[in-house]
Nanobody
Framework: VQLVESGGGLVQPGGSLRLSCAASGFTFSSYAMSWVRQAPGKGPEWVSVINSSGGSTAYADSVKGRFTISRDNAKNTLYLEMNSLKPEDTAVYYC?????????????????WGQGTQVTVSL
């Protein structure tokens, strides 16, 4: 299993970024996928999850209404569209493969993570 995130960077408050996660080594369309972030000095925080088909999603309250998760099963790629970014969104963002097709939110349901991409929101 390989998960490779991209799209992070430095953005001003109120700005937008789109993260991508290229997946390989497993049948991407059979598993739910999630985004997890980790800010400096803090533990991992679940951000969003999408089921295997893309028809069901869920978001942490901290990002609801600002972030959108999506997937393209034909391209084996997961996305996270982030709008109205805030300084508190600064973190390393990881995509994670779930152990089932269902969009469960527990980090314990993740069996593989990517290497992460840094998102920094600052003036």
């Amino acid at each position: 299993v390989q998960l490779v995130e991209s799209g992070g960077g430095l953005v001003q408050p109120g700005g937008s970024l789109r993260l991508s996660c290229a997946a390989s080594g497993f049948t991407f369309s059979s598993y739910a996928m999630s985004w997890v972030r980790q800010a400096p000095g803090k533990g991992p925080e679940w951000v969003s999850v999408i089921n295997s088909s893309g028809g069901s999603t869920a978001y942490a309250d901290s990002v609801k209404g600002r972030f959108t998760i999506s997937r393209d099963n034909a391209k084996n790629t997961l996305y996270l569209e982030m709008n109205s970014l805030k300084p508190e969104d600064t973190a390393v963002y990881y995509c994670a493969k779930k152990q089932s097709p269902k969009p469960r939110t527990s980090l314990d349901e993740d069996d593989y993570w990517g290497q992460g991409t840094q998102v920094t929101v600052s003036l």
